[in-house]
């Protein structure tokens, strides 16, 4: 299977496709759902924004200040405001949207290797590491800041993929 | 450890108070940070909107149509949209945030074990089941639709509780 550039034409079997934000960038090592296995990957990237974080807050109930006060977030151990690290774990679920076929999320573990300023661009690799059967994979999942060049979510997916309803 | 009623009045102790909507209830049994332990716990509830699914799906890169598009999603098992899982999780580290004292993530295990309906009204309980020591707890993590009556995603959490920057 070869790489698929980003998002250049619409793909019928990426859902997501018409929805894709110039900002974003892709690549899959695999395009059809029957061909999935051990190795293929998904890489998905975005920049978390100052907007998006206080969009997540609103969304998510999580207001801690951490994520929203410059002058509360200096002076904890950060140093200055982070990203949710919920927000940051969109970013897998992202990825794993982008597997050819209709992703559906069983289970996930995060670890939280370190923070995620605002405004950094981030970048979530998932990469098919068991295929357990039952049209069900098992994911190793993570997350890296491309700005600081640190691993900042590491884990592991349990995921479902159902065929794509005809269009 | 009583109760405390749904945010009544700013509690310097909870860093998120003072951006809190009046849609949102939560509930805590303890307010001092030095006093935590087993058996203390946290509900947040919130509704998941259409808006927010679709503000999610926008600061993530999740836009899974299954989240985003009735025809599509009409035709999957769910038989029409449902809320993205990670979202659902966000109201766990909403809870979260309202332990008192500072909130950091270390990890979160979750099961994804039903949808969630747009619209819906979902709760996430949080209650600490381990004092780790170096002020890290495990709690067990538990999140239900209150719609459906269902428990969506079950799974626990360790956090590091910091102090609160002095005013």
């Known amino acids: ?25 892709f690549e899959r090592s695999v395009e059809d759902p029957t061909a999935l296995g051990p190795g293929d990957h998904v890489t998905f990237e ?6 998006d974080v206080r969009a997540f807050a ?10 929203l006060d410059d002058e509360f977030a200096a002076e904890t151990r950060f140093g200055g405001r982070i990203v949710h690290g919920t927000l940051v774990s969109g970013l897998i679920s992202a990825a794993l ?19 995620v300023g ?16 039952n049209e069900q994979y098992r994911l190793e999942t993570v997350v890296r800041d491309e700005d600081d060049d ?10 479902l993929i159902d065929d794509l309803p005809e269009a």
Chains 1, 2 share one sequence.
């Open 46 to 51: 975005k920049a978390l924004s100052d907007e």
């Open 150 to 159: 640190e691993t900042v979510v590491d884990g592991e997916a349990v995921v």
């Open 1 to 25: 299977a070869g790489t698929e550039p980003n998002g250049e034409c619409a793909d019928a079997s990426i859902p997501s496709l018409e929805y894709a934000d110039p900002d974003w960038t």
């Open 97 to 115: 949207a982008r597997l050819p076929g209709l992703t559906i999320y069983l289970s996930q573990d995060l670890e939280f290797a370190g923070p």
């Open 118 to 133: 605002i405004g950094d661009r981030v970048s979530a690799r998932v990469e098919i590491v068991e295929d357990l059967g």
């Open 58 to 67: 609103e969304i998510s109930g999580d207001t801690n200040r951490l994520h």
